[in-house]
């Protein structure tokens, strides 16, 4: 039998087989029906098909997935659904309209042109739809497809996904926008080629994306984590212990991973690249063929572990504690050690260069530390959950994987903000057994695990000690708050329907 990322997407004729029964389905009947009959309000013909892709919280391996890292997030039922339709091949003017069933987003209008560039410097909401759509063609293209002269597109979105949480509704986007616009060309890739081909055309949008927010959306399964192992790409399926839950909330503090990319994001993965060069050149590799080989912290790891077996031990922090300095680098200080100019390094980047324009300095020390010690705890999460351990010590034992982590990713990374920090505080002094910031950071959400039983007064509390505060303040209304927090299950990957 094929690993479920061998397979195609599916391709449903109702909604039983995504959203199940109960009010979940109701909800999800309307939203399709409301979806629909404002797609023909606006375009004056009802859609060909949709497209769905769910959003993710990571619970545990934070920015890894860049350095070639497993990691293990779980599909939430909050999701993007893009309905769309092909215009006639024989109109004049071909071009893309892209509406949304919320009025918070404008109508956005592109020419049907694959090759075009996307502005950054004009950030839109309709760009995410149109990664997809340039990723799309340009894969298509490399396998030798035909798909014909590009003509108009009609689509409109419904997401449920919140912005800015680090839930990853731009994936959800850019993953459910490149499916719709694979089926309406009657096309279905697998899994895996989806997940890698939707990874590279987040980077269309200027994020160095390292692909785990892609294939958790399109490989998740109902009723599971997934442990995302890459090069090559595959999802293990992970079973969660019964006894717990995994409450989100969000900080309300926005994270705009596409707009601060050269400070936040992309600097992180600037740092971790010049930190394993630095890294190889320290153990014996010389600097020009460290600077052609040496892209992540993972493609150095064999040298640290040797380094590290020469003191009795397999774990490659040891080489960054001996080898790296914990005071930042100046572009200087690792000009000196790679025998080249930074600018020369990353020539073939345009979004690291922007990273190198805006930087002072280079903490190598911290992300690497960071980068090791998140990885090993991903594999002693997924350890955990299938040891023999009692359920007690056994949310214990993930708890605590899960406080490190946070740690880790505040102290050593930092990706926190005091909106986040405050509310982990919250979360632990309410009986969470653990919680830490997921997604890229810098605002978005926490994920606490719960015992089952103690989730409702859990939600409760936080609500009066972290939101309300918020509420008084005008920053949500009281009645949105379920959007905010919320406990959630395993949920199912990206589908096509065909009504």
């Not at 042109?113 to 990723?135: A, S, T």
Request: hydrophobic content about 40%; glycine content about 8%; overall charge negative.
């Amino acid at each position: 039998m094929a690993r479920h990322e061998e397979l195609p997407i599916p391709v449903y004729s109702c909604l039983e087989p995504v959203y199940g029964g109960g009010s979940q389905l109701d909800e999800a009947q309307l939203r399709f029906q409301n979806l629909k009959s404002k797609f023909i309000q606006v375009f004056g013909q009802p859609p060909h098909l949709y497209a769905r892709s769910p959003g993710r919280v990571n619970l545990i391996g934070e920015h890894i997935d860049y350095e070639g890292y497993s990691v293990l997030p779980m599909a939430i039922r909050q999701d993007t659904i893009v309905a769309i339709r092909k215009r006639d091949p024989s109109e004049s003017e071909k071009r893309l309209l892209i509406a949304n069933v919320s009025d918070k987003y404008s109508l956005c209008t592109y020419t049907a042109d694959p090759d075009q560039d996307i502005d950054l410097k004009n950030h839109r909401w309709g760009h995410y739809f149109i990664c997809g759509y340039k990723g799309f063609h340009e894969y298509a293209k490399s396998k030798g497809l035909d798909v014909g002269i590009p003509v108009g597109l009609d689509v409109m979105i419904d997401g449920t996904v919140p912005t800015g949480s680090g839930l990853s509704s731009s994936a959800a986007l850019v993953c459910s926008s490149t499916i719709a616009i694979m089926a309406v060309h009657n096309l279905n890739f697998s899994k895996k080629e989806l997940a890698q081909l939707t990874c590279e055309c987040e980077r269309h949008i200027g994020t160095q994306s390292g692909g785990m927010d892609q294939a958790i959306a399109i490989m998740a399964q109902a009723g599971f984590a997934e442990l995302i192992d890459f090069n090559p790409i595959r999802a293990t399926d992970v079973q969660l212990p019964a006894g717990g839950s995994f409450v989100i909330a969000h900080s309300l503090a926005e994270s705009q991973k596409a707009v601060t990319a050269a400070t936040n994001y992309n600097n992180r993965v600037v740092e971790c690249r010049l930190a394993a060069i630095v890294l190889a050149i320290k153990l014996g590799m010389k600097p020009e063929e460290a600077i052609s080989k040496i892209k992540t912290l993972s493609d150095v790891e064999g040298l640290c572990i040797a380094f590290a077996g020469k003191c009795g031990s397999s774990d490659p922090v040891l080489a960054v504690k001996e080898l790296l300095r914990e005071e930042p680098y100046t572009s200087a200080d690792i000009e000196k050690i790679t025998e080249q100019k930074l600018p020369a390094i990353f020539a073939n980047s345009p979004s690291s260069l922007n990273v190198l324009k805006v930087a002072s300095h280079y903490k190598l020390f911290q992300r690497a530390l960071h980068v090791y010690s998140e990885a090993k705890r991903v594999y002693a999460f997924k350890d955990t959950v299938s040891s023999n351990l009692n359920e007690e010590d056994m949310l214990k034992k993930l708890g605590d994987l899960m406080n490190e982590s946070h740690y880790s990713c505040s102290i050593l990374y930092e990706c926190s903000c005091p909106e986040l920090e405050e509310l982990v505080k919250v979360c632990l002094n309410n009986g969470a057994v653990g919680a830490r910031l997921t997604g890229a950071g810098w605002g978005g959400c926490v994920v606490a695990l719960v015992k089952e039983s103690a989730v409702p007064q859990f939600i409760l509390n936080l609500k009066e000690q972290f939101y309300q505060s918020r509420i008084e303040k005008g920053l949500i209304e009281k009645n949105d708050l379920g959007l905010y927090v919320f406990a959630s299950k395993p949920s199912s990957g990206a589908a096509i329907f065909k009504f």
